[in-house]
């Protein structure tokens, strides 16, 4: 029987302390791990999502199981928004696992199910677990968040599905080009910096990414990440803690799914799977931190459906002190965290793009400090 939320007065909402951090990990083994125990990178995934998000420093490895009741009575002062971020983090810590063993897609729900929680990549996760990869893929697609998200985009017609490409809006097209005339230091001449070193066509013109897709680019100017794969990990992290809408989460496991396991073959109507990037040597320690980043932000902030448009002449200094968005942490950074300007932080296939781009508009290619690695 799920254990209720606490009432008004009883509810805790202090930061976990050393030993409720503690529990907290107990409870991410106890749930996700395998017949042969933890995976490597379930370990070092749950040690730096709790360092990262509570501060403190514990071992998954020495973690004692308990059972799923008994977890929930530990949160029993924690409330519903709470217990959801923490059975989010045990989908994610099952999802890094190929293939997912039915007994812990069942555990991780017995788990949601005994704190009262109702997530629908819980679901999405056991489809995987039972090969179900296209009835998982429909389900992230059927995400509500999604819809909701999908204005302040500008387009000159309503999109039929939240991904839909727009190679055929002028308006769209030139509101984007309207870009290269703000003053260096802005958020959106950082995006148009950004497109044109590289060679990303920008929405409304044929061979753009979706429109939807193109407002989480202007992420990667304000939060400074660069555009490899591994970055991607760390801004749709970042954009899925920003959001109290715990329904934005399946962003990241949507690029976890696409860029760790592959169990989606392609998402968000432009990336295609490209496995094992995660698991990359300081990957959890970059992935932890944007979620810490995002959840420090002021208040709740839907990046997909921002309006980029109307602050697009604010400078990024600006923007990033409005939003308290802090800095990486020594950690992040020391791990190879890098922003879309560093040596490191485009890719050789972006990099040829833009230089192509550059030689058909008749100017100089400018990476402006972005180098492959």
């Not at 308990?66 to 029993?76: C, K, P, Q, R, S």
């Not at 989460?249 to 094992?276: C, H, I, K, N, P």
Request: proline share 6%; net charge negative.
């Amino acid at each position: 029987m799920a254990v209720p939320p606490p009432s008004d007065e009883n509810v805790l909402l202090a930061p976990p302390d050393a030993a409720e951090a503690a529990f907290l990990v107990r409870g991410f083994v106890s749930a996700t791990a395998g017949p042969s125990g933890l995976t490597e990178i379930q370990r070092l995934l749950f040690e730096a999502l709790t360092r990262s998000l509570t501060g403190h420093r514990i071992d998954a490895a020495s973690a004692v199981p308990l059972a799923a009741a008994e977890f929930a009575v530990g949160l029993t002062r924690r409330n519903l928004a709470f217990r959801s971020r923490i059975v989010q983090l045990m989908v994610l810590g099952e999802m890094v696992l190929s293939p997912i063993p039915d007994e812990v897609s069942e555990r991780v729900a017995l788990f949601a199910d005994e704190l009262g929680v109702a997530d629908d990549l819980v679901s999405v996760a056991r489809s995987f677990a039972h090969g179900s990869l296209g009835m998982a893929a429909v389900d992230f697609e059927r995400n509500g968040y999604l819809e909701s998200s999908a204005h302040g985009l500008h387009t000159s017609r309503a999109l039929q599905q939240a991904w839909d490409a727009v190679p055929d809006d002028p308006e769209l097209a030139t509101r984007w080009a309207s870009l290269a005339d703000l003053e260096p230091g802005t958020v959106g001449r950082g995006v148009h910096d950004f497109y044109l070193s590289r060679g990303f066509v920008t929405p409304g013109l044929p061979g753009s990414a979706p429109p939807l897709l193109a407002q989480h680019d202007w992420v990667h100017v304000l939060a400074d990440y660069g555009t490899t794969v591994e970055n991607e990990i760390e801004v749709f992290g970042f954009i899925a803690r920003a959001n109290d809408d715990p329904r934005a989460f399946s962003l990241l496991a949507m690029v976890v799914s696409l860029f760790e396991t592959g169990y989606l073959a392609r998402g968000a109507g432009l990336f295609e799977a490209d496995r094992g990037h995660l698991s990359r040597a300081g990957m959890t320690d970059r992935l932890g931190d944007a979620l810490r980043r995002g959840a420090l932000c002021t208040g709740s902030t839907d990046v997909l459906g921002l309006d980029w448009f109307a602050v697009a002449d604010r400078p990024v200094t600006v923007l990033r002190a409005e939003l308290a968005l802090p800095p990486k942490s020594d950690e992040a950074l020391g791990a190879g965290s890098v922003g879309p300007w560093q040596p490191g932080g485009i890719s050789p296939f972006q990099r040829a793009a833009g230089e192509k781009m550059a030689e058909q508009l008749g100017i100089p290619y400018d990476a402006r400090g972005a180098t492959v690695e």
